[in-house]
């Protein structure tokens, strides 16, 4: 029963996720645009699974709300800083810095929502990522201390996705 269930839907969060989208590009909820949502939903990852050999086999959703959460406060809160910078501040006293930062994650899909959230967050940018997936390079708009932006990306989001990814 399990195999047949992983057959038929081998992503199901994916599934729900285009089901959604799919309702939300519409712009109208009938039955029909959800019954046809909810078939893109399950064939778009039955046909792609194939390239989706090593997907994690957890994800804590109850840990990803807060982590958005948590990303999205990140967002605003930076948004003030890098506004500050440019307004008040000359580009001869910025700082800027390329910082590596060390990866314990191992999951690529992991790896891609760290390296997302860097990006997303005004002031840092993810620039490279190893050949062997083992370290991350973040450029930092403004960065006293470089050692500490490494810190701050390891504990505040590093930690965090990997209680989320088992």
Same mark, same amino acid.
Do not use: C
């Given at each position: 029963?399990?195999?047949?269930?992983?057959?038929?839907?081998?992503?199901?969060?994916?599934?729900?996720?285009?089901?959604?989208?799919?309702?939300?590009?519409?712009?109208?909820?009938?039955?029909?645009?959800?019954?046809?949502?909810?078939?893109?939903?399950?064939?778009?990852?039955?046909?792609?699974?194939?390239?989706? +050999?090593? $997907?994690?086999?957890?994800? $804590?959703?109850?840990?990803?709300?807060?982590?958005?959460?948590?990303?999205?406060?990140?967002?605003?809160?930076?948004?003030?800083?890098?506004?500050?910078?440019?307004?008040?501040?000359?580009?001869?006293?910025?700082? +800027?810095?390329?910082?590596?930062?060390?990866?314990?994650?191992?999951?690529?899909?992991?790896?891609?929502?760290?390296?997302?959230?860097?990006?997303?967050? +005004?002031?840092?940018?993810?620039?490279?990522?190893?050949?062997?997936?083992?370290?991350?390079?973040?450029?930092?708009?403004?960065?006293?201390?470089?050692?500490?932006?490494?810190?701050?990306?390891?504990?505040?989001?590093?930690?965090?996705?990997?209680?989320?990814?088992?």
């Amino acid at each position: 029963m399990i195999r047949a269930y992983h057959w038929l839907l081998p992503h199901p969060f994916l599934t729900l996720l285009l089901t959604v989208v799919w309702v939300l590009l519409q712009n109208s909820v009938t039955s029909g645009m959800v019954v046809f949502g909810l078939i893109l939903g399950i064939i778009i990852p039955r046909v792609t699974v194939v390239w989706w +050999p090593d $997907r994690p086999r957890a994800f $804590r959703l109850t840990r990803m709300i807060p982590y958005m959460l948590l990303v999205l406060w990140d967002i605003l809160v930076a948004n003030v800083q890098v506004a500050w910078i440019v307004l008040t501040r000359p580009n001869s006293k910025l700082r +800027p810095a390329w910082v590596v930062v060390p990866l314990e994650l191992k999951q690529p899909e992991a790896i891609t929502i760290l390296a997302g959230t860097i990006t997303l967050t +005004p002031g840092t940018v993810s620039a490279d990522l190893s050949d062997e997936g083992h370290s991350l390079l973040v450029h930092a708009l403004d960065a006293p201390d470089p050692d500490e932006i490494r810190d701050q990306i390891k504990e505040r989001y590093e930690r965090r996705l990997k209680g989320i990814f088992v």
